[in-house]
Nanobody, 121 residues
């Protein structure tokens, strides 16, 4: 079992910055990948950024050069630094962890409770 606790959401004006945090209940070295997803009203959940155990990162085209995913292995925490925020970044942001679990084929996905990010114009 992996528990994920997010923090750092809020209301910010366009052009501003926010940093989201996601603390995992296990060593992040036991997790294949950690990522941030978001879901806006009426839209599907989409990948924002992902970091693997080896440190490789992936970003959605819409956030490249504005958002940065990073991790603190000592704190088992992953961060999402969001700069130059736009109103279209408004969504609930979810932390995600994928890990192999006994008896489960493939990687099991764990989710945090979500944190609201609202960007005003």
């Amino acid at each position: 079992q992996v528990q994920l606790v997010e923090s750092g959401g809020g209301l910010v004006q366009a052009g501003g910055s926010l940093r989201l945090s996601c603390a995992a209940s296990v060593s992040i070295f036991s997790i294949n990948s950690l990522g941030w997803y978001r879901q806006a009203p009426g839209k599907q959940r989409e990948l924002v950024a992902l970091i693997t155990t080896s440190g490789n990162t992936t970003y959605a085209d819409s956030v490249k050069d504005r958002f940065t995913i990073s991790r603190d292995t000592a704190k088992n925490t992953v961060y999402l630094q969001m700069n130059s925020l736009k109103p279209e970044d408004t969504a609930v942001y979810y932390c995600n962890a994928r890990r192999a679990e006994v008896g489960y084929y493939g990687l099991y996905a764990y989710w945090g409770q979500g944190t609201q990010v609202t960007v005003s114009s």
